[in-house]
């Protein structure tokens, strides 16, 4: 069983505000992962991390911004969040390419 | 450019009924697939994965899935559904090359409702 973990899971905020999504994983992967999740859609890879300081932008144009300063921790920021950010978003990690992915719970997100 | 197609988005079966969950796949060289699961308010749990090898792979909770490059698919099946199957089934197919090595793609998911 994979050991990664998001906070929060639920989220309600206003439009404009600032926020940060947190992933972390102990199970010492390299390869991190965030996904955004819509209804009957597919998921979309926003960004991933090869590794420490290392961070790509996914195939989906996100506002969103990500860091890597730790192997374990992979946060998510929104400087300012708008009602179109509403979804679910989903972190996972791998030990390297062509490897399971594993998924955390999810951070569901809602921006009135 | 890698896809994946799952042609129903909503599936109904009796418990203890065979399930079979379609799954196409677009990509130009060998592909690695794999089934995940999702219950609501819950990320996505591996079922099953095809790298190479056999192709017919057996996974959890007594899942299994064929590969067939002919078809390109890799469709799922159960012999006999539990009611705790209920939940959404996601088929993927992941990326080996170049700038998108280790990359996911994703179909839209098949939502599985059992009747008890």
């Known amino acids: 069983e994979a050991d990664i973990y998001q906070t929060p899971r639920y989220l309600v905020i206003g439009t404009g505000k600032k926020i940060t999504l947190e992933c972390s994983q102990t199970m010492g992967h390299d390869k991190m992962y965030w996904y955004q999740q819509d209804p009957g859609m597919e998921l979309h890879l926003i960004h991933y991390?090869?590794?420490?300081?290392?961070?790509e932008k996914g195939d989906l144009s996100s506002e969103s911004t990500v860091s890597r300063i730790r192997t374990e921790h992979f946060p998510l920021t929104l400087e300012s969040a708008r009602p179109s950010h509403t979804s679910q978003y989903l972190c996972?990690?791998?030990?390297?390419?062509?490897?399971?992915?594993?998924f955390g719970p999810g951070t569901r997100l809602l921006v009135l | 450019a890698q896809s994946v197609t799952q042609p129903d988005i909503h599936i109904t079966v009796s418990e203890g009924a065979s399930l079979e969950l379609r799954c196409n796949y677009s990509y130009g060289a060998t592909p690695y697939l794999f089934w995940y699961v999702q219950s609501p308010g819950q990320g996505l749990q591996l079922l099953l994965k095809?790298?190479?090898?056999?192709?017919l792979v057996q996974g959890i909770k007594g899942f299994e899935a064929e590969f067939k490059r002919s078809q390109s698919s890799f469709n799922l099946r159960k012999p006999s559904v539990h009611w705790s199957d209920a939940a959404e089934y996601f088929c993927?197919?992941?990326?080996?090359?170049?700038?998108?090595?280790?990359?996911?793609?994703f179909g839209r998911g098949t939502q599985l409702t059992v009747w008890p």
């Open positions: 993927a197919v992941g990326s080996d090359r170049g700038s998108t090595l280790g990359r996911l793609y």
């Open positions: 996972a990690s791998s030990v390297k390419w062509r490897e399971t992915q594993y």
């Open positions: 095809y790298f190479s090898g056999d192709t």
């Open positions: 991390s090869y590794g420490v300081n290392s961070t």
